[in-house]
Every structure is written in C-alpha cells, then in structure tokens.
C-alpha cells in the first residue's frame, strides 16, 4: 500500500497503465482518477470516505507523456486551512488592524460631530425659555 504522509507526494510509477496492486486503495483511486482525465495536469477533490482517504483530500496530478509517470500530491483539507492561515497570518493581522483603526477613528468622527451639532443648538437657543436667540436668526437670515 502507498503510505502518503500528510502533505507529501507520492510518486507513482509506471502510469495508469499498469494495474495498481489490490490490497491499494489509494493507489487504485488515483490510477482510475488519472485514467479518467484526459488533461497532463489536474486537481481532483476526493471526498472522505473514499478507499485510502479517510478525510477529504485535495489530490493534483501531473502526467508525463515522455517517461509515463504520474506525479501526485495529496493534501488534506484539514491541513489546507491551516497552510493557508500561517502562510497569510501578517496579511490577515494588518488587515484586522486596519479595520479596527478605521472603525475608531470614525467612531471618534462621529462623537465630535455630535457635540459640534449640541453646542450648535446651545449657542443658537435662549437658555433660559428655549427659543431661537439673535445669532439663530443672524445666521437664517444671512443663509436667506
């Protein structure tokens, strides 16, 4: 049987072709996939569950037509994920960051424009009774 560790490439000699030995199941699936396409190179997601594969693994595959070999890797699904989240860890942090700063500094524009807007109003009504003072009508007549 082929032991594929996780995100390693087993090579597989000769090609589809040759039958692959019956105790083999992953080498059984990836013969009848590469038999199955028609292009040099492809990717081919197999489901967990199927013989070999307990997990879902994405499998590409190159074709040799010289040689007649196949080149194959696997690479759980499982281990994609965190791949990708170590290889863009900086990315995803800088852009976190960046989300967390503009949404502070908008937060912090919109608390000034709320107290521009009060003491507006302050300075535009009568304290005492709550009516427009002189520099409202100042500025209604000025906008007039």
């Given at each position: ?7 390693r ?6 090609g ?12 059984r ?9 028609p ?5 081919v ?14 499998t ?5 037509p010289l ?12 281990e ?44 535009t009504?009568?304290?005492?009774t ?6 409202a009508?100042?500025?209604?007549a000025?906008?007039?």
């Amino acid at each position: 049987m082929i032991e594929v560790p996780e995100g390693r490439s087993p090579f597989v000699f000769p090609g589809s072709d040759t039958a692959p030995p019956s105790d083999d199941p992953i080498g059984r699936t990836l013969n009848l996939l590469s038999a199955k396409v028609p292009d040099s190179r492809h990717m081919v997601t197999i489901k967990a569950g199927s013989p070999g594969f307990p997990k879902t693994t994405y499998t590409t595959f190159e074709k040799d037509p010289l040689f007649g070999t196949i080149t194959w890797t696997c690479i759980p699904e499982s281990e994609v994920r965190v791949r990708f989240l170590k290889g863009n860890l900086p990315l995803i942090s800088f852009s976190a960051v960046s989300i967390l700063g503009i949404s502070l500094l908008f937060a912090g524009l919109y608390r000034q424009a709320r107290r521009l807007e009060k003491t507006l109003l302050l300075a535009t009504t009568d304290p005492a009774t709550g009516p427009p003072n002189r520099r409202a009508l100042k500025i209604r007549a000025n906008s007039l």
